[in-house]
């Protein structure tokens, strides 16, 4: 079967926006002064700090750690010395236990950076150590940690690896540039993730707006038997896992299920990128490919940036705002966060800060809903947006459980088609907070 021109049921069509950086190559972002590096920047338990203040710390330096398996370690992102540990706001609304380091300029490696030997001598019990030391979380989406995604149980049979390039949410280019710079490392790291899981079939998907990046693999895995390339319809939201898996594979996830629910695992390109780099070069994740983008941005780029370094740094290495900023967002304007504050840190999650300008951000005028069922046609997961956000202002959580609220992916596809402009995906937010409250409660 031939994996090209693939998709799945429901979507939409969005503007894309990427023309913005999409042909930028990666530049290295200015040494941060100060860095601010949260202890809870994945799914999971957070970390406790393992350094004190008036410590000194160099780059790739555990600071970091939990003896939870469902967590990642931290590191410092640069050397110099620990200021304060203290709890700061993040770019996901919390206010998280931060380490603050300030730079010494050196930019000094611990000596724990090194290469852990070929893939070839490395077994998959050594693989998934290298990983999950590493502090390799997933960079795409909610920052599951790698090496427990890695471990399913024996009763789950994986047969197939997905590494997923879609990003589509638009604006966004820092997985698409990783893929045309880095698709040695991508290749490699996908060898890693199958030799880790036992699977012998890995499959990189790519939607056809990026074709630069579709020959880069390709070129890369030439040599491969095992490793396919499939091509996907420009569609939001490709890029969530589970779309990806009936896109490709033609299965789907049952509603509370997982991916290895029906024999695959899905990594992010960027996060298969950093396996790479911790295999090949002993390297932890403390620093990402972010795109810094927008009409409200005077010059767009695509960073390796730092993980701490606050935003304010690096709207600033873009000339600054074209004007009065309307919205700011961490992530992209389907399913990123609104900031009220440019002092946040990037974290392990941060592929993108998106600025609007203030005609953009501009609020609709919401109107009553018409029941014209489009929320229904497009929405990936076969729900019914309307009926459950209608639950969700009555605060009839109970019943928004029924209709099965806690599936919902977030993506904003109903939001984006509604004639009335509902607000709908943000009242199924508030009702799948409100259900996993209630739920956490009764434990």
């Known amino acids: 079967m031939k994996l090209e021109n693939l998709t799945f049921r429901g979507g ?7 023309e913005l950086t999409e042909g930028l190559p990666i530049e290295k972002a200015k040494e941060p002064a100060i860095v601010y590096i949260p202890l809870h920047q994945h799914t999971g338990a957070p970390c406790e700090p393992i350094v004190k203040v008036g410590d000194s710390v160099k780059v790739g330096q555990k600071i970091g750690q939990s003896s939870a398996f469902v967590s990642a370690p931290v590191h410092s992102s640069v050397s110099g010395v620990v200021k304060s540990i203290t709890e700061m706001p993040t770019p996901t609304g919390q206010k ?5 380091i300030e730079s010494d300029g050196k930019d000094e490696l611990h000596e724990s950076v090194k290469p852990k030997g070929s893939l070839e001598s490395l077994t998959q019990k050594e693989i998934l150590e290298i990983i999950k030391e590493a502090g390799i979380t997933g960079m795409g989406g909610a920052g599951f940690p790698t090496h ?6 024996p009763e789950k049979k994986i047969d197939t690896i997905l590494i997923n390039g879609a990003e589509c949410e638009p604006y966004l280019t820092a997985d698409h540039r990783v893929m045309v710079e880095y698709p040695e490392k ?4 996908l060898k890693a993730i199958m030799k880790a899981v036992g699977v012998n079939r890995g499959i990189i998907g790519i939607e056809k707006n990026k074709p630069d990046a579709i ?22 939201p490709q890029g969530d896992e589970k779309r990806l898996i009936n896109a490709i594979l033609g299965r789907e996830v049952p509603s509370g299920g997982l991916p290895m629910d029906v024999g695959a695992v899905v990594c992010n390109v960027s996060s298969t990128k950093a396996i790479a780099d911790a295999i090949l070069e002993g390297k932890p994740l403390y620093e990402r490919v972010v795109t810094v983008t927008g009409h409200g941005i005077k010059e767009p780029k695509n960073l390796m940036v730092k993980i701490g370094t606050p935003f304010k740094d690096l709207i600033e290495q873009c000339g600054g705002f074209t004007g009065t900023p ?12 609104s900031q009220y504050s440019i002092d946040v840190p990037i974290i392990k999650g941060s592929n993108g800060i998106l600025v609007l300008t203030e005609k953009e951000a501009k609020p609709e005028k919401v109107n009553p809903c018409i029941k014209c069922g489009k929320c229904l046609e497009v929405c990936p997961v076969k729900l019914q947006p309307l009926y459950l956000a209608g639950y969700a202002m009555k605060k009839n959580f109970d ?5 099965h609220a806690l599936d919902c992916v977030e993506c904003g596809s109903c939001s984006y088609i509604c004639p009335a402009k509902r607000p709908l995906v943000e009242s ?16």
């Open 428 to 443: 199924i937010r508030l009702a799948k907070r409100e259900i996993i409250a209630k739920r956490k409660s009764k434990r």
């Open 12 to 18: 939409v069509g969005v503007p894309h926006y990427k």
């Open 186 to 189: 991508i290749v490699f790291g």
């Open 215 to 236: 020959l880069a693999i390709r070129e890369a895995a030439k040599s491969e038997p095992n490793i396919e390339v499939a091509t996907l319809k420009v569609k939001y």
């Open 96 to 100: 998280v236990k931060c380490v603050v």
């Open 399 to 403: 019943k928004a459980e029924e209709y």
């Open 148 to 153: 427990v995604k890695l471990s399913p149980p």
């Open 326 to 337: 309307g919205k700011i967002i961490a992530g992209g304007p389907m399913m990123g966060i």
